[in-house]
């Protein structure tokens, strides 16, 4: 069984930055990737940023220039560094591990940004 631990979430003025970590645990065999989704009240899940094992990353072009995602294969762990953040990045933040067979998910950590 594998597990993610998410951490990192809060409540942050506009403008400011967080970092969310995202740790895997369990019995992992290969990892293909990682990466961060979020989920608005009433909108859909949407991709922010994926990293997969050979360090390649994607982002959504909400974020590009402004979050970075990043990864230690030692620890099973991916990041993300979260600057200059907007109202608009205010949502339910989940980890997604990518193996070659299957698809788990965090349960997710909360980020509002609000004055």
């Known amino acids: 069984q594998v597990q993610l631990v998410e951490s990192g979430g809060g409540l942050v003025q506009p403008g400011g930055s967080l970092r969310l970590s995202c740790a895997a645990s369990?019995?992992?065999?290969?990892?293909?990737?990682m990466g961060w989704y979020r989920q608005a009240p009433g909108k859909q899940r949407e991709l922010v940023a994926t990293i997969n094992r050979g360090g390649s990353t994607n982002y959504a072009d909400s974020v590009k220039g402004r979050f970075t995602i990043s990864r230690d294969n030692a620890k099973n762990t991916v990041y993300l560094q979260m600057d200059s953040l907007k109202p608009e990045d205010t949502a339910g933040y989940y980890c997604?591990?990518?193996?070659?067979?299957?698809?788990?998910w965090g349960q997710g950590t909360q980020v509002t940004v609000s004055s």
């Open positions: 997604k591990l990518q193996t070659p067979t299957r698809i788990y």
């Open positions: 369990g019995s992992i065999s290969s990892i293909y990737a």
